[in-house]
């Protein structure tokens, strides 16, 4: 199983970024994806996360400025506009079969992170 995120980089506060993430190795129907973050000296934090079904889930502080979505080529996205100095952090793409979707240890499967860096 091989999760690849990439997409970040640097960019201006109220900018947009799309970060992407390449699966494979799973039957991408059987899994549920999530994005986390981590920013320097603070714990991993869930950010969004997206059923098969479609359904999705958001952390308050991206609510309505990030959107998850994925597609029928095991590929997860995350679009995330009106960024802010306090969204740069590395963030990870997740896969999990279970029910829990919304902390880290739901999720078995893990890429290696992209950096997203806000500048004031």
């Known amino acids: 199983v091989q999760l690849q995120a990439f997409g970040g980089g640097l960019v201006q506060a109220g900018g947009s970024l799309r970060l992407s993430c390449a699966v494979s190795?799973?039957?991408?129907?059987?899994?549920?994806m999530g994005w986390f973050r981590q920013a320097p000296g603070t714990e991993r934090e869930f950010v969004s996360a997206i059923r098969w079904t479609g359904s999705t889930y958001y952390a308050d502080p991206v609510k309505g400025r990030f959107t998850i979505s994925r597609d029928n080529a095991k590929n997860l996205y995350l679009q995330m506009n009106s960024l802010k100095p306090e969204d740069t952090a590395v963030y990870y793409c997740?896969?999990?079969?279970?029910?829990?979707?919304?902390?880290?240890?739901?999720?078995?499967?893990w890429g290696q992170g992209t950096l997203v860096t806000v500048s004031s």
């Open positions: 190795g799973l039957t991408f129907t059987n899994y549920a």
């Open positions: 997740a896969a999990t079969r279970r029910t829990s979707i919304l902390t880290g240890d739901d999720y078995g499967y």
